[in-house]
């Protein structure tokens, strides 16, 4: 079965800094490229980075980039977010997902939610100011 699991989403305080985790289950990442999005309430959910199956290839969205590192650790089945600098805007529930597409570098199709086909359940990030 495959299966994301998100965790160490919290209340930090603005211009502090969280390591979000996921682990996966059921598949490989040579087989997957993940996206990390969020999702603010009242808001449409939205990409804030991506690391390729096809060659490691990563992106951010602009509004992270310089703050946001994506990276994985293929011994521990797990991918990382972590994020620095934070800002109350960052405030959202964040979510990893994965597809099995990959797309040419500096593509916006790995920041577009319905590219994605499995999806992890979320955690709160929650940034005060």
């Known amino acids: 079965e495959v299966q994301l699991v998100e965790s160490g989403g919290g209340l930090v305080q603005a211009g502090g800094s969280l390591r979000l985790s996921c682990a996966v289950s059921g598949f490989s990442f040579a087989e997957n490229t993940i996206g990390w ?5 009242g808001k449409e959910r939205e990409g804030v980075s991506c690391i390729s199956r096809k060659d490691g290839y990563t992106d951010y969205a602009d509004s ?12 521990k089945n797990s991918l990382y977010l972590d994020m620095s600098s934070l800002k109350p805007e960052d405030t959202a529930v964040y979510y990893c997902a994965a597809t ?22 979320g955690t709160q990030v929650t940034v005060s100011s």
């Open 37 to 41: 999005f969020r999702q603010a309430p």
């Open 64 to 75: 992270v980039k310089g703050r946001f590192t994506i990276s994985r650790e293929h011994t």
């Open 100 to 121: 099995k597409q990959t797309y040419y570098s500096g593509s916006k199709e790995y920041f577009s939610a319905s590219n994605y086909e499995t999806w992890g359940q």
